[in-house]
């Protein structure tokens, strides 16, 4: 897995809410807009930074438990699997 790859949807879903809040400012200032779009449109990211939060960690927990069994294991003799 990439370094950056947890943070993608993040980036995608902030770049996406930025386009709709402003679509929605602009909306509101011509007619009524919902009120509680701005609010969502903000924090909407947030689900995805979470996300990538406990994906990199998992990532890291991963690759402690591969190191632990690499160094439990037997070095194998020459010639054999």
Do not use: T
């Amino acid at each position: 897995m990439k370094p950056n790859s947890p943070w993608i949807a993040a980036i995608f879903c902030a770049f996406i809410c930025v386009f709709m809040m402003v679509g929605q400012i602009m909306e509101s200032a011509s007619q009524n807009g919902h009120p509680f779009a701005p609010a969502f449109y903000s924090f909407l990211p947030m689900c995805f930074v979470y996300v990538g939060i406990l994906m990199k960690q998992m990532q890291q927990e991963i690759q402690d438990l591969r190191k632990q069994v690499a160094a439990k294991q037997p070095a194998a003799p020459d010639g054999s699997c």
